[in-house]
Nanobody, 124 residues
Framework: VQLQASGGGLVQAGGSLRLSCAAS????????VAWFRQSPGKEREFVTT????????YYSDSVKGRFTISRDNRKNTVYLQMNSLKPEDTAVYFC??????????????????WGQGTQVTVSS
């Protein structure tokens, strides 16, 4: 499975962006797909994940209520709708696919496949 993340850009605080993660080879309908982010000098941080069926989603406390993850398995695409963006959301966002157990969904090493990352910059 190869993943391609897109949709990043520059936005003012309070604005919105929608990121996409598309599988260009193979299918990830049976995988859990997550978004992580990384800022300069910081470790990669879990943002959100969606189970293969799309019925279960999980969010970090820092984005809960502002971000929404969804998936369209027919299109092999996962979306991350980001609203009410804050400057602290500035980071490179990565999508990843794997089959972690529930207790491990926030750990980046539980995901096998990674996209190349897309930059999100939120200006104050």
């Amino acid at each position: 499975v190869q993943l391609q993340a897109s949709g990043g850009g520059l936005v003012q605080a309070g604005g919105s962006l929608r990121l996409s993660c598309a599988a260009s080879e193979g299918t990830f309908s049976s995988y859990t797909v997550a978004w992580f982010r990384q800022s300069p000098g910081k470790e990669r941080e879990f943002v959100t994940t969606i189970r293969w069926s799309g019925g279960n989603t999980y969010y970090s406390d820092s984005v809960k209520g502002r971000f929404t993850i969804s998936r369209d398995n027919r299109k092999n695409t996962v979306y991350l709708q980001m609203n009410s963006l804050k400057p602290e959301d500035t980071a490179v966002y990565f999508c990843a696919a794997g089959r972690p157990i529930l207790s491990s969904i926030t750990y980046s090493n539980m995901y096998y496949y990674w996209g190349q990352g897309t930059q999100v910059t939120v200006s104050s």
